[in-house]
């Protein structure tokens, strides 16, 4: 799990932080990667991390909801089929409980360290699930993500795009499905609208990669899109 993976780098890193500890270094950097059901994340998490280890980056894997044991504990009740009755808010409100914790243990030690943390989703899927799936206001989750994380943004998010009817016929593919993967198509093209809608937001740390082509083709743009942001990230 990577909050286990997390401790066991803490002494080793964190220690060099010294009392800043809320401060950042600037050889940190925190990356993110969004995208519905089916958009192969998982593939290219692992590829992300080859390609920034092989440039010397300490790197800390983790993931939203989860990340801690309360996160993790967070995930299982989200994703569980008998929390079908679940409202959007309490949704919501347990996914920012869960990124809190996430922060203060995991998120802000490690790039105070000079660790660069890659995440599997992180607010901007708050956005695109609870407010564009749920709909959710985005004033209202704009509220959570300033008390929650201050300033703190991510410095690059890859959206890996895909329509909602692709994405679902590969989630279906992978056997049993939680309570997210689950909801019905239309739910998945709001999300999916959401995503993009923040990308045009935000085009200064967006980068859409089109998650429709084969896994060698979306892997050889995510290391076209890593090596120009590592050059200025040093």
């Not at 950097?29 to 092989?54: D, H, M, N, S």
């Not at 920012?96 to 490690?110: G, N, S, T, W, Y």
């Not at 990669?209 to 040093?234: C, G, K, M, N, Q």
Request: glycine content about 8%; charged content about 25%; aromatic content about 8%.
């Amino acid at each position: 799990m990577a909050w286990r993976l997390y401790l066991s780098l803490k002494n080793k890193y964190i220690a060099t932080a010294g009392p800043c500890f809320n401060n950042r270094l600037m050889t940190s950097q925190f990356i993110t990667v969004e995208g519905i059901e089916g958009a192969g994340k998982t593939t290219q998490l692992a590829f992300i991390r080859e390609v920034l280890e092989a440039a010397g980056k300490k790197v800390l894997p983790t993931r939203e909801p989860g990340g801690t044991v309360l996160g993790e504990e967070i995930r299982s009740l989200l994703l569980q089929q008998r929390q079908q009755g679940m409202t959007a808010e309490a949704e919501l409100l347990l996914l920012f409980a869960a990124r809190a914790e996430h922060l203060h243990q995991v998120i802000r030690p490690a790039l105070a360290s000079g660790i660069w943390v890659l995440c599997d989703r992180f607010t901007e899927a708050s956005y695109a699930y609870q407010g564009g799936g749920r709909g959710i206001a985005w004033e209202r989750i704009a509220v959570l993500e300033n008390w929650v994380q201050g300033e703190l943004r991510p410095d690059l998010t890859l959206l890996f795009d895909l329509s909602a009817e692709q994405g679902l016929a590969r989630a279906g593919r992978r056997g049993l499905m939680d309570r997210f993967e689950s909801e019905e198509l239309a739910f998945f093209q709001r999300v999916r609208n959401a995503y993009l809608e923040q990308a045009s937001r935000h085009p200064d740390r967006y980068r859409i990669v089109d998650a429709s082509r084969s896994v060698a083709v979306v892997r050889a743009e995510v290391e076209a899109i890593l090596h120009p942001f590592l050059r200025e990230s040093v």
